[in-house]
Nanobody, 115 residues
């Protein structure tokens, strides 16, 4: 069973940037579409971005389009999310998973955008 470990979150001021990483073990990811989700307090988990197995076919939620970029390094079994021009409404716990998602989720990484 694949294990996913997200990292790179933190506290950042509005307009700042963060780069999230998602490292997988237990299964190679290079045949899967991968995706990033986020869950804000009191809200349901929402899909933020997805990226095809070969790094193409990237799809973004309207709320992050033009600001976030998903990428992957299949040799490292790792997926990334570059987040620029962050806004307070981006505050959430961010998770990665396959798309569609498997049953196993990582612990996520907290992103807080605040001045």
């Amino acid at each position: 069973q694949v294990q996913l470990v997200e990292s790179g979150g933190g506290l950042v001021q509005p307009g700042g940037s963060l780069r999230l990483s998602c490292a997988a073990s237990g299964r190679t990811l290079n045949i899967y579409t991968m995706a990033w989700w986020r869950q804000a307090p009191g809200k349901e988990r929402e899909l933020v971005a997805s990226i095809g197995w070969n790094g193409y076919s990237r799809v973004y939620a309207d709320s992050v389009k033009g600001r976030f970029t998903a990428s992957r390094d299949n040799a490292k079994n790792t997926v990334y999310l570059q987040m620029n021009s962050l806004k307070p409404e981006d505050t959430a716990v961010y998770y990665c998973n396959t798309y569609p998602p498997g049953d196993s989720w990582g612990q996520g990484t907290q992103v807080t955008v605040s001045s």
